[in-house]
């Protein structure tokens, strides 16, 4: 048995779990000057799913780079970045495509949609997560944080002082303040029974996943469909069918690739399809045989790693933040992968904790009050992915609900990417936090806002849709009926950007060209509401202007990945075919 003895130091922060979560905070308050231990059961490099970033979480880790003085932390936020700085093994993300499937019937073409992220913003990113999270921590380490690897954590004592952390290995960690990003496996809900049981989330999911080598990509497989400005196999694929949908995440997906492996899962729910006696992969198959394209996809493809599958996923916080402790990012809750959300909640909660930590530090004043807004925080978070994903698993059954959905997902989208675009932009010229005080306090947090606000009318609109979905659900309201009522109020709504094509029902691809751009700026400054309108202006004007600023793009790698599909030019750039090694 361990002995046990007293720390003789005490840390300002004993962050738990070296995820790519704790790995950035524990980066950002050490360059700060914070004394930080981090600590995990395991050791890099890790499996972990939570592959795609959406732009949205690019701004962030944008501003959280500045804001703290990490630069590596905006390596990851294009896949450029990423290419140059971290790892070569790494997809590129193009786009979110959708494609909607009926049981034992070919895939329709014409239901097929796509979100086509605008070449002006970041190009997106399918992390290999072992690497990039074993890349971030050792930023972390060059900053001073102190790693602790293969000593788990079972017991936190606390007092009025601080915390000391009892570790399997029989050490004591001291500190005085806890922040617990362990996951779903986090020792303070443990301690003290922070899960609800039930859970008050209205969505139900379980998931069975793997990675995979020899996946087709879609648009080769599958029956010839609409032109789209970048294939379905460069972006996010979600295969979509009543009760759940199909994650495809390729790593293998442009012309410089260097990992041959396709993250692959599916998300069902038990109620409508309950788990079978039977092997994950057995399962796996025998929902290949109902879905023919799908099938087609994975025709000679197969798995490299061992099944992992669920019960329900979807658990939730009674309570995220206490005396001297929070839970940040999947330690307080989790919903559903869908629309790459899980990393966009946490580097909100990150970039809200950072800078109460630092004052904290400072004035040696951990009391519960100063981090009380993280409970609100991360709730609200919580619950607008549950309506979200919820919502969405409701317009599964139904292609016109779904397409209808589609868009007021993506103006959420479009919206919040404007939002924290802006508040980049500002903060680059000024320096002042002040600009980035409303991403604290987003139309998107919470289920009620002032009615003078220039976003309520949104927030009123998913609401709207929100009980429209529900209705649907409950066998009240035919799908096609509420497809058509949540059209008419896109057609209606004067703060519905027009140059993506959200009204129009018949437009499958969501796309801002550089005509679009050109119209949707005309738009803001001539017929939209006010704040919208400056919103949008500014979302886009503000950081276009940045574009080709010093530290923000990888330039030269754009060009290197822009050549490198070019059959001659690019010859020299490309990596060779496995059966060349």
Same mark, same amino acid.
């Given at each position: ?11 300002? *922060? ?55 003085? *990490? ?50 913003? +970041?190009?997106? +990113? ?26 788990? *954590? ?236 919820? +919502? ?103 703060? *519905? ?85």
């Amino acid at each position: 048995m361990h002995q046990t003895s007293t720390p003789s130091h005490q840390h300002d *922060v004993a962050i738990i779990g070296s995820g790519v979560a704790g790995s950035i905070l524990a980066a950002c308050l050490a360059r700060q000057g914070a004394d930080v231990v981090l600590i995990d059961a395991g050791t890099h490099p890790k499996f972990t799913i939570g592959e795609s970033t959406i732009p949205f979480t690019s701004m962030m880790m944008r501003l959280m780079a500045e804001r703290y003085d *990490v630069p590596e932390i905006k390596h990851l936020a294009t896949f450029e970045g990423v290419y140059a700085h971290v790892t070569t093994q790494c997809g590129v993300k193009r786009n979110f495509g959708f494609a909607y499937h009926r049981e034992g019937e070919h895939q329709v073409p014409g239901e097929r949609t796509l979100f086509q992220i605008p070449k002006v913003l +970041n190009t997106e +990113n399918h992390y290999f997560r072992q690497d990039t999270d074993a890349w971030m921590l050792t930023v972390a380490a060059k900053y001073g944080a102190h790693i602790r690897q293969q000593q788990p *954590v079972v017991d936190v004592e606390f007092d009025d002082s601080g915390a000391e952390l009892l570790l399997g290995t029989g050490g004591r960690v001291a500190a005085k303040f806890v922040v617990d990003a362990g996951g779903h496996r986090s020792v303070l809900a443990s301690k003290f029974a922070l899960r609800e049981e039930p859970s008050r989330f209205r969505h139900h999911a379980r998931s069975l996943f793997n990675h995979f080598t020899g996946v087709r990509p879609f648009d080769e497989s599958a029956p010839a469909g609409p032109k789209f400005p970048s294939r379905f196999h460069e972006g996010t694929l979600h295969h979509l069918f009543e009760g759940g949908w199909m994650w495809v995440i390729p790593f293998d997906n442009h012309p410089r690739a260097t990992n041959l492996l396709c993250s692959v899962g599916i998300l069902l729910d038990p109620r409508v399809h309950p788990e079978p006696d039977c092997s994950p992969e057995e399962e796996f198959n025998l929902f290949l045989a109902k879905y023919p394209d799908i099938a087609r996809q994975f025709e000679g493809a197969r798995p490299v790693r061992s099944w992992v599958r669920t019960d329900r996923l979807q658990y939730s916080p009674r309570q995220t933040v206490g005396p001297r402790w929070c839970l940040t990012s999947h330690a307080a809750g989790f919903v559903d992968p869908l629309f790459s959300r899980g990393m966009s909640n946490t580097m909100e909660t990150l970039h809200a904790l950072t800078h109460r930590l630092l004052d904290a530090i400072r004035e040696d004043d951990f009391s519960v009050e100063r981090f009380s807004f993280l409970q609100e925080l991360e709730q609200g978070l919580l619950d607008f992915n549950d309506d979200l994903c919820a +919502n969405a698993y409701v317009s599964f059954g139904d292609w016109r609900l779904w397409n209808a959905w589609f868009r007021i997902w993506a103006l959420g989208q479009i919206i919040a990417t404007f939002e924290v675009s802006r508040a980049y932009a500002r903060y680059l010229d000024t320096r002042d936090t002040g600009v980035l005080e409303p991403l604290e306090h987003a139309w998107w947090r919470g289920k009620a806002l002032a009615e003078d606000s220039p976003y309520a009318p949104v927030l009123e609109l998913l609401h709207e849709t929100s009980e429209l979905c529900q209705a649907v659900g409950r066998g009240e309201l035919d799908a096609g009926d509420a497809a058509d009522t949540v059209m008419a109020r896109l057609r209606e709504a004067d703060f *519905v950007p027009p140059g993506f094509g959200l009204a129009d029902p018949d437009r499958l691809c969501l796309d801002l060209s550089p005509a679009g751009v050109l119209s949707t700026l005309r738009w803001a400054r001539r017929q939209a509401p006010p704040e919208i309108g400056r919103l949008t202006h500014e979302g886009l004007t503000l950081f276009l202007r940045k574009r080709l600023g010093r530290g923000e793009f990888e330039l030269g790698e754009e060009i290197k990945h822009a050549l490198a599909a070019r059959p001659l030019l690019g010859r020299r750039l490309r990596v060779p075919a496995p059966d060349k090694y």
